[in-house]
């Protein structure tokens, strides 16, 4: 069965520091894979998506996501947070022909001062 | 933009009563979907649909039903509401297109049951 796991429930990073947040997934075949960030009070926003190609992607607001399937690993990388930044983020799986997407439980970014 | 609305930010109702949560999108997607969302359990499906009056069970469709007349509008339904479904819901929806699914999500219904 498809699943996300994200391992850390909090990071907290200070402005300007870089951030890497981790996301593994089980899942049988190529899978497509999505960030999300949720900002409080609000919905969820796309920050990126893989589905084929290039394992490097570009995603809105300077962030960056690499696909390494040797280690079923999507994690999201950004060189330099903003107090902005400070949001829930998930990681999503979903499957070639299945609508669906098995969402992570999130990892929620605090930014120091 | 892809836009999709929530009738309601915030509601509180009481234990027993039934309960409409309202869902709109405006960028002619087939697909829509209902989450709820709690902390430490990120977000679980409860129903999805592919088309008007279809719809489909999601990992947690217990309490809850939904209602699909128009493309646009994907309704969410408790039946009679109890206090376990106090939590925040949201929808979300995607066109039936290889390659561009991603999900498009309303801001949420924070519903609280007393």
């Known amino acids: 069965a498809q699943s996300v796991t994200q391992p850390d429930i909090h990071i907290t990073v200070s402005e300007g520091a870089s951030l890497e947040l981790r996301c593994n997934y089980s899942?049988?075949?190529?899978?497509?894979l999505f960030w999300y960030v949720q900002s409080p009070g609000q919905g969820l926003q796309l920050l990126l998506k893989?589905?084929?190609?290039?394992?490097l992607v570009q995603g809105i607001k300077g962030f960056e996501a690499e696909f390494k399937r040797s280690q079923s690993s999507f994690n999201l990388r950004k060189p330099s947070v903003h107090w902005s930044d400070a949001a829930e983020y998930f990681c999503?799986?979903?499957?070639?022909?299945?609508?669906?997407?098995?969402f992570g439980k999130g990892t929620r970014l605090h930014i120091l001062p | 933009d892809v836009k999709v609305t929530q009738s309601s930010r915030y509601l509180v109702k009481r234990t027993g009563e039934k309960v409409f949560l309202e869902c709109v999108q405006d960028?002619?997607?087939?697909?829509m979907f209902w989450y709820r969302q709690d902390p430490g359990l990120g977000l679980r499906l409860i129903y999805f649909?592919?088309?008007?009056?279809?719809?489909e069970k999601g990992d947690i469709p217990e309490g809850y039903s939904v209602s699909r007349e128009k493309k646009e509008r994907f309704s969410l339904i408790l039946e009679s509401a109890s206090t376990n479904q106090t939590s925040m819901y949201l929808c979300a929806s995607s066109l039936l297109q290889e390659f561009s699914y991603e999900q498009y999500f309303g801001p949420g219904t924070r519903l609280t049951v007393t």
């Open positions: 999503a799986v979903g499957a070639r022909r299945d609508d669906k997407i098995i």
């Open positions: 649909s592919y088309d008007v009056k279809m719809k």
């Open positions: 893989y589905f084929s190609g290039d394992t």
């Open positions: 960028m002619d997607h087939e697909n």
């Open positions: 899942y049988g075949a190529t899978p497509y």
